[in-house]
Antibody, heavy 121, light 111 residues
């Protein structure tokens, strides 16, 4: 079955960068987009962006453009999210999820377990 | 910031029916994009509950159902059970933002 396994907690200071990994298994990695989402404490999920593992093409939410980088290594079926110039309000649990499209709207059918990134001086 | 609006909380006794609303706008639900629903238990990742407005993934009980009309959607839980106590989020696509958007979230409490 489909599994997405993420890297562990990363404690960061303001201004630093963080890189989170997401290893996929149980399906053809290049067949579906990988999406990145985050959830701040007490808030709902917030979509950050997506990557097509087959082409490497990316699309990100406007609020993150210039600070976010999404990549994949198809040889090890792993996706990466890097977020730079971290601020305290970037404190959140970061998730990867497999994406499909239904009725014109992307959906996220399998999620990683989440990676906690606290940002504090 | 959440683009889709949900009530903060709903509650019901075991066996009752509850509904969770999701209000959107003309650039997302009203433009025809499908709505999906997720259930999030404490300390866990969200889980896909309903996709394409009213379809259940394999393994989701038929107590859960969805509907969509105009610029809004709703999730219904019939025969409420203690294990249904969780946070529920709606999600769709917004053409103005060119990305996926989520609801503000609703906490369902079983009395």
């Amino acid at each position: 079955q489909v599994h997405l396994v993420q890297s562990g907690t990363e404690v960061k200071k303001p201004g630093a960068s963080v890189k989170v990994s997401c290893r996929a298994s149980g399906y053809t990695f290049t067949a579906d987009y990988i999406h990145w989402l985050r959830q701040a404490p007490g808030q709902g999920p917030d979509w950050m962006g997506s990557i097509n593992p087959d082409t490497g093409g990316t699309n990100s939410a406007q609020k993150f453009r210039g600070r976010v980088s999404m990549t994949t290594d198809t040889s090890i079926t792993t996706a990466y999210l890097e977020l730079s110039r971290l601020r305290s309000d970037d404190t959140a649990v970061y998730y990867c999820a497999r994406g499909r499209v239904y009725g014109g709207s992307p959906l996220f059918d399998f999620w990683g377990q989440g990676t906690l990134v606290p940002v504090s001086s | 910031q959440s683009v889709l609006t949900q009530p903060p909380s709903v509650s019901g006794a075991p066996g009752q029916r509850v509904t969770v609303s999701c209000a959107g706008r003309s650039s997302n639900i009203g433009e025809g994009y499908d709505v999906h629903w997720y259930q999030q238990l404490p300390g866990q990742a969200p889980k896909l509950l309903i996709y394409g407005n009213n379809n259940r993934p394999s393994g989701v009980p038929d107590r859960f159902s969805g509907s969509k009309s105009g610029t809004s959607a709703s999730l219904a839980i019939t025969g409420l059970q203690a294990e249904d106590e969780a946070d529920y989020y709606c999600q769709s696509y917004d053409s103005g933002l060119s990305g996926s958007v989520f609801g503000t979230g609703t906490k369902v409490t079983v009395l």
